[in-house]
């Protein structure tokens, strides 16, 4: 199967590609990904700083994917686990 786009004016033609653009869109996500990378690292860092006072990681990063939720879809995760706790008798 051969990918053919049409070319917009002024661009590589190369295998019916637009060349330039394609490079364009692959550059910009090359760079999306490098920041990715360093933002990811910035995270790994502030949770190092955290577990060195002593705050324990696993914690926080429930915290944070709580915090990510809105009111009721949190509520609900809540009494579903605790349904699942006392179904499994850990309460």
Do not use: H, W
């Amino acid at each position: 199967m051969t990918l053919r786009l049409a070319p917009a004016p002024g661009d590589n033609d190369e295998g019916g590609v637009a060349g330039d653009q394609l490079k364009a869109f692959i550059e910009r996500i090359e760079r999306l990904q490098e920041e990715k990378t360093s933002i990811a690292d910035d995270i790994a860092d502030v949770y190092r700083e955290a577990k060195a006072v002593g705050f324990d990681k696993r914690a926080m990063q429930a915290v944070v994917r709580l915090r990510a939720m809105d009111k009721a879809e949190r509520l609900e995760l809540e009494a579903i686990v605790e349904l699942y706790k006392q179904a499994l008798g850990m309460d």
